[in-house]
Every structure is written in C-alpha cells, then in structure tokens.
C-alpha cells in the first residue's frame, strides 16, 4: 500500500481503473468469480487460480479489497515470477537459470524452492544444470552496472572533464574528489 500512496496521482488513477474493471458488480469487493473473470479475459493465465486468490485474500473473507488487488496489480506489472515447474508464484527465494538468461532470445526459467529441492524439473543446458538464487543474482547485476558506470567514468575522465565538469555526475573530477578507479 505504501508504494501505492507513494506512486504519482496518474498511476493511482491507473489502479483504481483497474479495480474498478475487475469489480463487475460494483460493490466494491472482487469476489472469486470476478477475478478469475478478470484474469483470463485480460490474459494473465498464471494469475487464474483459487491459488492466486487466497494468497491476496489476507483477510480471508473470501473477497479483495482494493489493497489486496493492488498486491494483484503489483504482481503482474512487476514481472514477479511464477516458479515455471509447479506454476506456483514465488513469495520468497527462488532460482533462475543461468543458461536462460545467457539466451538471446530472452526465455526464463524460475524454480521455486520446494522444485529446486526435489530437481524434478529437468531443465538442462547442453547437459548441465545451472541455478542462481535471486538475491545473488541481484548483487551481481550491481556489481557489474556499477562498473559499467566506472568505466564510463574513466573515459570520461580521460577525454572529456574540463574544469571539474563531469557529464556523469558522480563527482570524479571535482576539486578535493580523487577516486582511485580513475586512474
């Protein structure tokens, strides 16, 4: 709810559109059928199950409220995965394949923790198994956009600083400022 409250006034607007698309009756509470409805119409295929409504339904009063359909909205505009073995979507840890990633043509693996235990899911990569857990694999893109970003700042550095200026604004360059990475 908070990054809702804290979302500007025309994404706000975009989500109670979307409660109010879902709430066929008007009563301001999606029930099952509503959401299912919903769901399939709008194509979201892994979002079509009792499953999906009672992990929303935190209340368990068998209806969503507009914040429980805001987490919905969440889910699908935030890419959230679905474990791709069970079809179940992922609340906590889960794995990757580090060989989807490495393809081209942009295809995902995600393994809940429960399928990556089991290894029943049999997804291979000329041969081989290979899972990264999504926390490291966070911390590694980090890694790597931050030196992405050193290494633009080093040949900014190098060919286009004229009196303190730095394009990039990160402050290298400027008196009093040495960062070692530069030189």
Not at 29 to 56: A, H, P, V
């Amino acid at each position: 709810m908070a990054h809702y409250q804290a979302s500007p006034d025309h994404l706000q607007k975009l989500v109670g559109d979307f409660f109010e698309a879902m709430d066929l009756d008007g009563d301001k509470k999606i029930d099952k059928r509503e959401f299912l409805l919903f769901m399939k119409e709008e194509g979201q295929s892994q979002m079509t199950s009792l499953y999906i409504f009672n992990q929303l339904d935190l209340n368990r009063d068998d209806t969503l409220d507009f914040g429980e359909v805001i987490m919905a909205c969440y889910i699908i505009k935030s890419g959230r995965p679905f474990c791709t073995h069970c079809n179940k979507f992922i609340t906590s840890t889960y794995l990757t394949c580090i060989g989807c990633l490495e393809d081209r043509n942009g295809n995902s693996f995600y393994l809940c923790l429960d399928c990556y235990a089991s290894q029943k899911s049999g997804h291979l990569h000329n041969g081989l198994s290979r899972f990264v857990d999504n926390y490291s694999l966070l911390a590694n893109m980090t890694k790597l956009k931050l030196n992405e970003s050193q290494v633009f700042c080093r040949f900014e550095s190098r060919f286009f600083f004229r009196k303190g200026s730095n394009p990039c604004g990160c402050g290298a360059g400027e008196k009093g400022t040495r960062w070692r990475w530069l030189f």
